[in-house]
């Protein structure tokens, strides 16, 4: 799977949006884009994921560059509870074995009021 | 629908001493991980399991881990014995395929080997 490239950590106002950068720039055509999030003492949490088109679900929305070599994961209306360190992955989705994440560091998101 | 079940949520230990976590995935998926995160890490697969059979075992450290999920449902992970650097959360998590756009996460069980 590629590596991913992520800052370290982000601040964000409650209410505003939360615009969280994932480089991925040797990412292959057949890998995905995943987004998890995992808050202090609790297992991580998937969020979204794509592949070429921009997504959106109840949670967030993905935007994919055209080349695919950058995302961004957007929380449109952040709160408190939306701290938390969140992870930008790309994985493959062929019939093989070990589908398992790898995970990074991720971006830890502090939302203040 | 009830989530990934792990015990204990806690667990210190002397090292040299030996200590296994449980895992209980959601009804009905098939395949199970298990993940250890050191503080300030992301987490990383220990192993992969597709009902009862091991998919991926390449990162566990076979010397001192084991892990098994006799009737495809629960699974257990055994390390024996502790040392220092594996105090960790260890996590578990199932999907309802071995290809599956979503993992599900329980709690984790923290070691602190002492």
């Known amino acids: 799977d590629a590596k991913t490239t992520q800052p370290t950590s982000m601040d964000c106002a409650e209410g505003r949006a939360a615009n969280l950068p994932c480089n991925h720039s040797?990412?292959?055509?057949?890998?995905?884009v995943y987004w998890y999030r995992q808050i202090h003492s609790q297992g991580p949490q998937y969020i979204i994921h794509?592949?070429?088109n921009n997504e959106t679900n109840e949670m967030a929305s993905l935007i994919i560059t055209e080349d695919r070599k950058s995302s961004t994961l957007i929380l449109p209306h952040a709160t408190l509870r939306d701290t938390a360190v969140y992870y930008c992955?790309?994985?493959?989705?062929?019939?093989?074995?070990?589908?398992?994440?790898?995970f990074g560091k991720g971006t830890t998101l502090s939302v203040s009021s | 629908e009830a989530g990934v079940a792990q015990s204990p949520r806690y667990k210190i230990i002397e090292k040299r001493q030996s200590v296994a976590f449980w895992c209980n995935p959601i009804?009905?998926?098939?395949?199970l991980y298990w993940y250890q995160q050191i503080l300030g890490q992301g987490p990383k697969l220990l192993i992969q399991?597709?009902?009862?059979?091991?998919?991926?075992d390449s990162q566990l450290p076979k010397d001192r881990f084991s892990a098994e999920r006799l009737k495809g449902v629960d699974s257990t992970l055994k390390i024996q014995p502790a040392k220092l650097e594996d105090s960790a959360v260890y996590l578990c998590?199932?999907?309802?395929?071995?290809?599956?756009?979503?993992?599900?996460f329980g709690p984790g069980t923290r070691l602190t080997v002492l």
């Open positions: 998590a199932s999907s309802l395929m071995q290809i599956s756009n979503e993992q599900f």
């Open positions: 040797t990412i292959s055509g057949n890998e995905y």
């Open positions: 794509g592949l070429k």
């Open positions: 992955i790309v994985r493959t989705e062929a019939n093989q074995a070990g589908t398992a994440l790898i």
């Open positions: 009804s009905g998926h098939a395949t």
């Open positions: 399991f597709q009902n009862n059979g091991v998919v991926d």
